[in-house]
């Protein structure tokens, strides 16, 4: 049955809690610094093995990030404690990288909003569309789920979009879609919508600022390339 030892059947100094604290975090690998948050493996893998498993199955730690409550309890090992662990884990390291630890944020340019939102939308396996509500001072009051799938207009309707804003009393909307083939740039369908919805915010005085493609890591803002 291959590598069945347990933690601490291994010398103290390799242990990966006792190697944090004696060496210090950055000397710990990937499969050993997640060993210490899940702390315990099965019973027939010890936690070392088992980590170094799921962080393999998932493609690498950006394949960790994007994965979901199902697709962590499908992996051999783990079970309803571990995936909670899990996507503990992720939402923390999605906050802490987006900035959104709570405080205000404040967007003044299209960077803003795709800063806040790429590290949360870049690894999607499917497309999402956001739509990010703002006060009068431009400030995020509120992030929805509009659409889950392939962009079209008959899924994206100005009715849902405005809903949600009117319902927030947002001042002015910016809406936020990934292309999860990486390439962010947008589709004769994502500039239909984007004139659909910049219209009909016209009539109701809440104003669409732009429309953010998310890619692996790049963006296209539909403002800056003077589609919107």
Same mark, same amino acid.
């Given at each position: 049955?291959?590598?069945?030892?347990?933690?601490?059947?291994?010398?103290?100094?390799?242990?990966? =809690?006792?190697?944090?604290?004696?060496?210090?975090?950055?000397?710990?690998?990937?499969?050993?610094?997640?060993?210490?948050?899940?702390?315990?493996?099965?019973?027939?893998?010890?936690?070392?093995?088992?980590?170094?498993?799921?962080?393999?199955?998932?493609?690498?730690?950006?394949?960790?990030?994007?994965?979901?409550?199902?697709?962590?309890?499908?992996?051999?090992?783990?079970?309803?404690?571990?995936?909670?662990?899990?996507?503990?884990?992720?939402?923390?390291?999605? =906050?802490?990288?987006?900035?959104?630890?709570?405080?205000?944020?404040? @967007?003044?340019?299209?960077?803003?909003?795709?800063?806040?939102?790429?590290?949360?939308?870049?690894?999607?396996?499917?497309?999402?569309?956001?739509?990010?509500?703002?006060?009068?001072?431009?400030?995020?009051?509120?992030?929805?789920? @509009?659409?889950?799938?392939?962009?079209?207009?008959? @899924?994206?309707?100005? =009715?849902?979009?405005?809903?949600?804003?009117?319902?927030?009393?947002?001042?002015?909307?910016?809406?936020?879609?990934?292309?999860?083939?990486?390439?962010?740039?947008?589709?004769?369908?994502?500039?239909?919508?984007?004139?659909?919805?910049?219209?009909?915010?016209?009539?109701?005085?809440?104003?669409?600022?732009?429309? @953010?493609?998310?890619?692996?890591?790049?963006?296209?803002?539909?403002?800056?390339?003077?589609?919107?």
């Amino acid at each position: 049955m291959g590598m069945t030892f347990k933690i601490m059947d291994l010398p103290q100094n390799e242990r990966p =809690r006792e190697k944090l604290l004696r060496y210090g975090a950055e000397t710990l690998s990937n499969n050993e610094l997640l060993a210490i948050i899940l702390r315990v493996g099965s019973k027939n893998e010890n936690i070392i093995s088992l980590c170094s498993r799921i962080i393999s199955q998932c493609g690498g730690l950006n394949g960790l990030l994007g994965s979901s409550a199902e697709e962590f309890m499908n992996l051999k090992g783990v079970g309803n404690a571990k995936a909670t662990q899990l996507l503990a884990l992720v939402e923390i390291s999605k =906050r802490f990288r987006s900035y959104k630890s709570g405080e205000e944020y404040k @967007i003044t340019s299209p960077k803003d909003v795709a800063e806040y939102l790429m590290e949360e939308m870049r690894y999607l396996k499917k497309e999402y569309l956001k739509l990010v509500m703002l006060n009068t001072k431009n400030v995020i009051i509120s992030i929805k789920n @509009i659409s889950i799938g392939n962009l079209n207009t008959s @899924i994206v309707h100005p =009715r849902e979009v405005f809903y949600e804003a009117i319902k927030n009393c947002s001042a002015s909307v910016v809406i936020c879609h990934n292309h999860p083939s990486g390439d962010p740039t947008p589709s004769k369908e994502d500039i239909s919508i984007t004139i659909r919805l910049k219209e009909c915010g016209k009539l109701l005085g809440i104003e669409l600022l732009d429309h @953010i493609i998310i890619g692996n890591g790049v963006y296209t803002s539909l403002k800056e390339k003077g589609m919107l």
